[in-house]
């Protein structure tokens, strides 16, 4: 049984930082590539980052671009996601998701964390 628990949400300013978290467990999680999205309310499931197994490749929403960054410590089979310069338009439920594709389909998903950012 593959689980992914989110953590480090919570309410910030517009300007504000925030860094989720995102712990993997139930397998080795060394090969899969792991990534965020966000759902704001009223609005689909958007995809905000995403980094290889090994690290080596990152991509991002070019919305979070330059201020939001991802990382992961293989050791901890953890990912985590700092974000700097929040918006209030980056309020949503952060989501993180693994799979053994960097495209990340048929991905395992955590049950996600609250992000809420005042203007």
């Known amino acids: 049984q593959v689980q992914l628990v989110e953590s480090g949400g919570g309410l910030v300013q517009a300007g504000g930082s925030l860094r989720l978290s995102c712990a993997a467990s139930?397998?080795?999680?060394?090969?899969?590539?792991m990534g965020w999205f966000r759902q704001a309310p009223g609005k689909e499931r958007e995809f905000v980052a995403r980094?290889?197994?090994?690290?080596?490749?990152?991509d991002y929403a070019d919305s979070v671009k330059g201020r939001f960054t991802i990382s992961g410590d293989s050791a901890k089979n953890t990912v985590y996601l700092q974000m700097n310069s929040l918006k209030p338009e980056d309020t949503a439920v952060y989501y993180c998701?693994?799979?053994?594709?960097?495209?990340?389909?048929?991905?395992?998903w955590g049950k996600g964390t609250q992000v809420t950012v005042s203007s």
């Open positions: 980094i290889s197994w090994d690290g080596a490749r990152t």
């Open positions: 139930g397998r080795t999680f060394s090969s899969y590539a």
């Open positions: 998701a693994a799979s053994s594709t960097y495209s990340l389909q048929q991905a395992y």
